[in-house]
Structure formats: C-alpha cells, structure tokens
C-alpha cells in the first residue's frame, strides 16, 4: 500500500507572530520555521504503517516555497521513502494547496493520503476535506487512531463530546488530531541518510493548477488585549469578590 | 443577498451552536434560511422553524444523512447552497467537517471561523493561534464560511415562524461508514455551552487530581475543561481541551487552575466574562489576562475553594 504524506512549512510553534507595522502582513523576517505539528504526526503515523507492513512505500509532499524542502528533508529523515515538492513563492489557500496535492495524487495514486488536520499559520482546517472532495473519496478527519485492514481504514476520530468510529473506503484521506501518536526524534544517521533520498522538485504550472488567490488579505492587526485584574490574597477573598464583586457565582 | 444557515443537531434537537451562526447571518444581512440534513430529524427542523427572522427551513430528512457523513453531506450542501449568496455553519467539529469539502466541490475558497462580519465579502479571523487577527476579503461568487461561536451572540430561539420545505435529493457516496460513537457521558454541562468552566493544566500533575475541579464543577454546575499540556500529558482526554487547536469557549466564569496560559490557551477562552487564575508561579503568563488572581499552590487553595462553595 503506497501512503501519501503531506507537511507544510510553517512558522515554529515557539515563536509569538507579530503584525508588520505597517499591518499588512505578520512580520516572518527571520522567523524560525518548522514542519506543522499536525503534519509530523502525519509523517509518524506514515512511518508507523511502513515498520507494520502495511505501507510499502511512504511518499512526503509539500506546496510552497524551494525552502519547504528541508521541511522534506524532515520527513524523509522521520522514515519518508521518497519526496516531492510543488514549488512556488505564491501565497497559497487551502484550495490551491489541494488541488496542486491532487494533481500529484493522480499521478502517484495513493491508497491512504495522511495530513494534519491543520496549519498553525492560517488555521484553516480545510485541505484535506478539500483534497478530499477533488478526489471524490472518503475522508475522516480529526483522527486519534488508524486501523488499515482489508481495503478499509477504520479511524477513531475527535468528534465534539467524543470519540466515533468510521470505517473508509481506501483511497482515503486521513487528517491528525494531536492524539494519534508522539512523534520520533530523527536520529542523526537517519538525518544523513535523509540527504541521499530522492526528492523530486515540479511547480504548479507544469501541474496545470491555478493557484490564484480567490481571498485578499486586507490587513492584520493585534486581538484586543485583555487588562489584567487583581491579584487576591487568599480563598476567602477570591470567593468573596466572585459573589459580591463580578456576582457569577 | 440570501443567506443558508447549515444547522448543528443531533436529529432529535437544534444545537444552540446553530444560534451563533444566524446572528452572524443577521449581520451580513439579507434573508436567511437554515438548512437541517439528517435522519428522523422533523423535529429539529420544527425547532430551526422557530428561530427568530427565519424565511424557510429547508429539511433533507433520509437515512443517508443520519451520521453526517462529510462524503454524502457535502454534496448536498454543495446543491442546495448554489443558490444562495452565503453559507454559513458554526465551527462544530461537525461542520468543520463537512463545509471544507462542500466548498471545494462549488470551487469556493472558504473562510474559516470568522470573528466578526465587517461587509458582506469581508470578514476578521484569528490565526496563528490567535496571536493576529486577519481581516480577508473573499472574491469568490459564493461565500462559504464557519463562525467563530463565541463571537457572536446566540441568536433568538422562539418567536419565528419559518416555512418547512422538504429537499427530497439524496446523495450516498457510499465510501464511508458510521461504526459507532463514545460519548462521554456527564451530567455537566457542554463545555462550549457551559456558564462556568473550571480548566485544569499541567499543575494538576496527573488525571487523579482532576477529581478536585470535578467536585468544584459539581458545586458551581460548570463544566470541566483543560490545557493542551494537560492532555498530552495524558491527564485527560482531547475533548476537554480548551484552546486554539481545541474547544473555544467565553463562559461568564473561567477559572484556569494551574494552567500557565500559553498563547495557545489563551486563545480559547480569553474572551471568557471573568476570568480566575490560581497558580503557584506569579509570573505566568495566565495572569495577565486574569481578573482575579491567586499566587498560590493548587493543592492547598482548590480544596479551599471548593470548602467555600
């Protein structure tokens, strides 16, 4: 079963994004920058099927600018067999990102496509049910545990208030939820050997993708920042300023 | 401009979620309709009908759409709403779901969890975990968009009078299979429902000690959330987790116990009316946003508190 991994190159979790001052745009100008948390969880649970048996071949890919490939290099050193990039320096949406993955579905033809269920720059939440719904097949997002067996991925997933269980046609898309696994660390002879696998560089056009953007970004700002309040001294004035003061208890 | 609200409910009722949507419908203006797709779900529809400043409800009532499946769902939603200017569903892991892949198949960009309507094509939503706030105009013909719920008002439940249409089109990709649900059983409220919410973070130290907020909440008839540390530390499971990447949530009472308050974190309940922050180390991050503060170690103060109630 060959597995499809998707990672996207996104600012480091650590860092604390700002406004540029004139408010265009956040400020990146020399930013750390990472894989998606979402998407190395993706990467290890590719990994995971690949020591099981289950998929004979793990392929990473990644839409964005020629850097994203040390976010590949990543990913090939987590245990990924092979990478491709589909380079551009446009500024991509969640549409233009699944249907450049789709074009590269239709050639690689994947059984299980595995990606995070988010970016934590735009927090979309929406490419792989986009990719999804430009494949026409099954999707279960917000997974916390994936069974492959008989053609079928059963996937628990984070539902509001719980936990269901779908059982999915393969090909499928899978998307993580921060429960599914704990990533590895990759090891140093594994990051050497990383830099020997092939990675293949295409670009959108020669994909026949548009990629123009359908929203503008008129501009960022900082949320309204919250006044701290008082420090209390003990319980009993705490309970006593809930009750009497802000009265929601 | 006409406006299809997709409903949030579990067949038997309306999700108040859906509220949340129809008021940010009400601020784009122009006539709004909800959409109910379910199974046996007459009477939630009945419920969507009586829901203030409502044109129609518009119900697919069939056995293909009794778990929301996002592979027979969408396409549904991708008919229905062809016709109508904007789309709208509250961000509920249901919708999120399910409208990403809606709108791929009308070739919509779609805008997620926004947080207030400025025009009918421009609207503001946090990202990078709430640390800016983007205000994006959307060119495409349709607009497709989750709601952000706790930035907008539930909207009226009573009081309207919508006409019912049935919408007999049915769509069963048949890729995909219900097997079963775990709900986690409590008489506590929802937490994004909920009035007052007692969260508990990495402090805890482990899930034993989540007892003492249980017995709070219990007390205060709030529910119980978490930091995402709390729960990749395994204290408690990932539905409890109150932040950028979990549940959003503006109770009129939080109390954050030892929780530091990571950005992450304060992104999913800083809009909370009040805010309580018990936590050993002054310096973190939580009190900054706390109205009240107790430097104090949890272990000591939270059964004090709960003696108090």
């Known amino acids: 079963m060959k597995v499809l991994v998707a990672v996207k190159r996104v600012v480091d979790y650590n860092v604390k994004v ?7 745009d956040v400020d990146l100008a020399n930013v750390k920058m990472s894989i998606n948390p979402f998407c190395e969880i993706a990467v290890e649970e590719a990994v995971r099927l690949a020591e099981k048996g289950i998929a004979t071949e793990v392929v990473a890919v990644s839409v964005g600018a020629q850097q994203s490939q040390e976010q590949l290099r990543t990913a090939l050193a987590l245990g990924a067999d092979r990478a ?19 074009a590269v579905c239709d050639s690689e033809s994947p059984d299980l496509i595995l990606m995070g269920k988010q970016a934590i720059d735009g927090d979309n939440n929406q490419t792989g049910q986009m990719l999804a719904a430009l494949l026409g097949c099954a999707q ?22 719980g936990l269901q269980t779908v059982a999915l046609t393969l090909p499928a898309i899978v998307t993580s939820d921060l429960r599914l696994n704990e990533p590895r660390y990759a090891s140093l002879p594994n990051i050497m050997k990383a830099k020997r696998k092939p990675l293949d560089v295409t670009n959108p056009a020669d994909l026949g993708v548009d990629i123009a953007s359908r929203v503008t970004l008129l501009g960022v700002e900082l949320p309204a920042e919250r006044q701290a309040g008082i420090k209390v001294d003990d319980v009993a004035m705490l309970v006593d300023k809930l009750k009497n003061e802000a009265k929601v208890i | 401009m006409s406006i299809l609200v997709i409903a949030e409910h579990d067949n038997g009722s309306l999700k108040p979620a859906t509220l949340n949507s129809v008021t940010a419908a009400q601020a784009i203006g122009g006539e709004i309709d909800i959409l109910v797709v379910g199974s046996d779900c ?32 969408a396409p549904l939603i991708a008919e229905v709403g062809a016709s109508y200017s904007h789309i709208l569903g509250t961000a509920t892991t249901t919708i999120k779901n399910i409208l990403p892949r809606a709108a791929a198949l009308m070739d919509v960009q779609a805008i997620s969890e926004i947080s207030a309507v400025i025009s009918a094509d421009t609207f503001k939503r946090p990202i990078y975990a709430g640390n800016v706030i983007a205000t994006v105009q959307s060119s495409d013909a349709i607009k497709v968009l989750t709601v952000r719920g ?8 009573e009081g309207g009078s919508a006409t019912i249409e049935a919408v007999a089109s049915a769509h069963d990709a048949g890729q995909s299979e219900f097997k079963g649900e775990e709900v986690a059983k409590s008489d506590r409220p929802e937490l994004t429902a909920a009035k007052i919410v007692v969260s508990g973070g990495r402090g805890m130290g482990n899930g034993d000690n989540f007892s ?46 030892g929780i530091s308050g990571a950005i992450q974190h304060l992104a999913g309940m800083k809009d909370s009316k009040v805010i309580v922050a018990i936590n050993k180390d002054e310096e973190a991050p939580i009190f900054s946003v706390a109205d009240y503060g107790l430097v104090a170690d949890l272990f000591t103060a939270v059964p004090e508190f709960d003696a108090a109630l």
């Open chain 2, 42 to 73: 007459q009477s939630a529809a009945e419920q969507a009908a009586q829901v203030a400043g409502i044109a129609k409800v518009l119900v697919a009532d069939n056995a293909v759409y009794a778990n929301s499946l996002a592979e027979n769902v």
């Open chain 1, 140 to 161: 279960a997002t917000f997974a916390s545990e994936i069974t492959v067996e008989d053609g079928k991925a059963s996937v628990i997933r984070e539902v509001d208030g």
């Open chain 2, 150 to 157: 706790t930035a907008f008002d539930a909207a009226v439940a």
């Open chain 1, 18 to 24: 700002r406004p540029k001052s004139d408010g265009t």
């Open chain 2, 212 to 257: 003492m907020l249980y017995s709070i909440a219990d007390k205060l008839g709030a529910a119980v959330g978490a930091s995402r540390a709390a729960v990749d530390a395994g204290f408690v499971p990932n539905d409890m987790q109150v932040g950028q990447t979990g549940k959003i949530v503006a109770p009129d009472l939080y109390v954050a116990v």
């Open chain 1, 84 to 102: 491709i990039l589909v380079e551009t320096d446009q500024p991509l949406e969640p549409l233009a990102i699944a249907k450049c993955l789709k």
